[in-house]
């Protein structure tokens, strides 16, 4: 073994370039706080965050239209009391009748 291989000072400074070269590369891409791959993640989950907040404020439209319909119309109110809650006014009766599928 020669040892003139083994002393960093000998080789060429394009080796010594290109071993540089890489190890910045890795550093950035992989271990750096701000690493290429961090960024990536970072990128995807902002994008996923901005979908789920377009989705809400959709979500959000309909509930306001939803809660507007129910102050301003009193016979969707009823129907609503009626239908899903089974109120019925003083001295009504009321039928449940039961489908068979």
Do not use: C
């Amino acid at each position: 073994m020669n040892l003139h291989s083994l002393n960093p000072l000998r080789w060429k400074k394009s080796f010594l370039l290109l071993l540089l070269v890489s190890f910045v590369v890795v550093w950035f891409t992989f271990v750096d706080t701000y690493s290429l791959k961090t960024r990536w993640d970072l990128y995807s989950q902002k994008k996923e965050l901005q979908e789920q907040t377009i989705k809400l404020q959709k979500l959000s439209e309909e509930l306001k239209i939803k809660i507007e319909d129910l102050e301003n119309d009193p016979a969707l109110l009823e129907k609503i009391a009626r239908e899903e809650y089974g109120m019925r006014k003083p001295g009504e009766t009321v039928y449940k009748v039961k489908r068979e599928e």
